[in-house]
């Protein structure tokens, strides 16, 4: 069965700062990845996927993860975060098998100003 | 227009007690999921129901059964509630069983607080 390791369970920044979350999956053939955000009282909202092609994938909010497959890495990461960026971050992974995502168990990013 | 919906957002019981938690979903996806946040903020799929049929049981007290009238609605019962079940329940929606190019679109949420 997969399974996700998020090393970090809270990350501070200061505002403007660039972050990276870390996410670590279990190895296997073929995965999908996805990065989820939840804002406090909030359900869960879809930031980026990884399906296949190009390995480094972006989200409308200046997001951007990298499938590293060697590593099996998909990292998040903004080059320069905003308060309003200050959520909790799941990663999740899927293989194309059939089966559920599997989340990992969180990264809080607080960003300070 | 929500597209994934439940009902009640937040429900406060007393041990022992039965309570329901709905979910609607007016994307038109075929398979619905329960997942359960726990106070750790832990995602973890309890149920998956594709077109009504029971796909995935995760290791869940039978004291929880899912309902699924039709495709847009997954109903979570929970009979002799227990102070453990305390959590965040979410229920989600995707097209097909994998999550393919939108993954899961979630409701946001039940806070259930069991005293």
């Known amino acids: 069965a997969q399974s996700v390791t998020q090393l970090d369970s809270q990350v501070p920044v200061f505002e403007e700062a660039p972050v990276e979350l870390r996410c670590n999956y279990s190895?296997?053939?073929?995965?999908?990845l996805f990065w989820y955000v939840q804002y406090p009282n909030q359900g869960l909202q879809l930031l980026l996927k990884?399906?296949?092609?190009?390995?480094l994938v972006e989200s409308i909010n200046g997001f951007e993860a990298e499938f590293n497959k060697s590593q099996t890495s998909f990292h998040l990461r903004k080059p320069s975060v905003h308060i309003s960026d200050t959520a909790e971050y799941f990663c999740?992974?899927?293989?194309?098998?059939?089966?559920?995502?599997?989340f990992g168990k969180g990264t809080r990013l607080s960003v300070i100003a | 227009d929500t597209a994934v919906s439940q009902t009640p957002k937040y429900l406060v019981t007393q041990m022992g007690n039965d309570k329901s938690i709905k979910c609607e979903q007016n994307?038109?996806?075929?398979?619905m999921y329960w997942y359960k946040q726990d106070s750790k903020k832990f995602l973890k799929i309890m149920f998956s129901?594709?077109?009504?049929?029971?796909?995935i049981n995760e290791t869940v007290p039978n004291r929880f059964s899912p309902k699924s009238p039709d495709k847009a609605h997954l109903n979570l019962h929970i009979n002799s509630l227990e102070l453990g079940d305390s959590a965040v329940y979410f229920c989600?929606?995707?097209?097909?069983?994998?999550?393919?190019?939108?993954?899961?679109?979630f409701g946001s949420g039940t806070r259930l607080t069991v005293v």
């Open positions: 989600a929606s995707s097209q097909d069983p994998v999550p393919g190019d939108y993954g899961y679109t």
């Open positions: 190895s296997s053939v073929s995965v999908y």
């Open positions: 990884y399906l296949s092609g190009s390995t």
């Open positions: 999740a992974v899927s293989d194309p098998g059939n089966t559920p995502l599997v």
């Open positions: 994307l038109g996806h075929d398979t």
């Open positions: 129901y594709n077109n009504k049929e029971l796909i």
